[in-house]
């Protein structure tokens, strides 16, 4: 079965770019899925940032599209984010989550990764 | 709007019935998806699309939507339900989005 594993650095210095990696295994990253990338601020609710398709497209939140870029290593199996120009309020836990559905109107989130937590501190 | 909209928190007598609400108006053109959060873990996928439950989700998690509002019904809460429930659906754009989560407590 298809699993998703995050990494990169815990902690980044603000003004700084934070940059993740989720691992796909189990299953071809080139698969007719999206990729998407979701934070949780400690105490808070969800908020998606992104997600890319295996071909490059993307589409990002409109509220951190100027901060965001997310793209697709195939050779490897994985898909990135960066975050640029952070501040103590991009601190949360981030999640990359394969988005599964046939059609748009009622497609989810079915395989989540098990997060990991980034601090934005100097 | 751009916006879901639960309640914050909600509890239910073990053993009963619990509706989670969740509101928006691109819920009119999509589907909510909803998902269970317990404490420390990642979310898990519960209900997407009219009323489709994944694999190893027990069938007294249901689905339903009407107009701008989309529910979860958990029909016969069990103590190990008990966990923050988020909505996710589409904006005008195609965006996602999430609702700001319920908490159920299960007495």
Not at chain 1, 90 to 106: E, F, K, N, P, Q
């Amino acid at each position: 079965q298809v699993q998703l594993q995050e990494s990169g650095p815990g902690l980044v210095k603000p003004s700084g770019t934070l940059s993740l990696t989720c691992a796909v295994s189990g299953g071809s990253i080139s698969s007719s899925n999206w990729w998407s990338w979701v934070r949780q601020p400690p105490g808070k609710g969800l908020e998606w940032i992104g997600e890319i398709y295996h071909s490059g497209s993307t589409n990002y939140n409109p509220s951190l599209k100027s901060r965001v870029t997310i793209s697709v290593d195939k050779s490897k199996n994985q898909f990135s984010l960066k975050l640029s120009s952070v501040t103590a309020a991009d601190t949360a836990v981030y999640y990359c989550a394969r988005l599964h559905g046939i059609a748009a109107s009622s497609d989810a989130f079915d395989i989540w990764g098990q997060g990991t937590m980034v601090t934005v501190s100097s | 709007s751009s916006e879901l909209t639960q309640d914050p928190a909600v509890s239910v007598a073990l053993g009963q019935t619990v509706r989670i609400t969740c509101q928006g108006d691109s819920l009119r053109s999509y589907y909510a998806s909803w998902y269970q959060q317990k404490p420390g873990q990642a979310p898990v996928l519960v209900i997407y699309g009219k009323n489709n439950r994944p694999s190893g989700i027990p069938d007294r998690f249901s689905g339903s939507s009407s107009g701008n509002t989309a529910s979860l019904t958990i029909t016969g809460a069990q103590a190990e339900d008990e966990a923050d429930y988020y909505c996710n659906s589409r904006d005008s754009s195609g965006n996602h989005l999430f609702g700001g989560g319920t908490k159920l407590t299960v007495l």
